[in-house]
Nanobody, 121 residues
């Protein structure tokens, strides 16, 4: 059974940092895109960033560019989201996601249950 499980969420003050982790199991994701999305209360789920299978290709939403960094460890089937200079508008449930194959195509095929990040002002 394929599972993605996020951890590391919590409450942090504006300007602070958090590091989210996503543990993947049930299959190898070493050839998959891994991504992070988020959903704030009353808003649609939005793309945060993604990383290709090699870890050398990343894309970010403009709203997080320069503050957030995605990395991965294929040997451990893990992906990370380092979030710095957090703002109250970063408050959301953060989701880890993965594609089945090495192409992004229509987007992720697998999703984690999410982890809450709350940034206080």
């Amino acid at each position: 059974q394929v599972q993605l499980v996020e951890s590391g969420g919590g409450l942090v003050q504006a300007g602070g940092s958090l590091r989210l982790s996503c543990a993947a199991s049930g299959r190898t994701f070493s050839r998959s895109f891994m991504a992070w999305f988020r959903q704030a209360p009353g808003k649609e789920r939005e793309f945060v960033g993604r990383i290709n299978w090699s870890g050398r290709g990343t894309d970010y939403a403009d709203s997080v560019k320069g503050r957030f960094t995605i990395s991965r460890d294929n040997a451990k089937n893990m992906v990370y989201l380092q979030m710095n200079s957090l703002k109250p508008e970063d408050t959301a449930v953060y989701y880890c996601a993965a594609t089945r194959g090495s192409n992004w195509g229509g987007g992720p095929d697998y999703w984690g249950p999410g982890t809450q990040v709350t940034v206080s002002s």
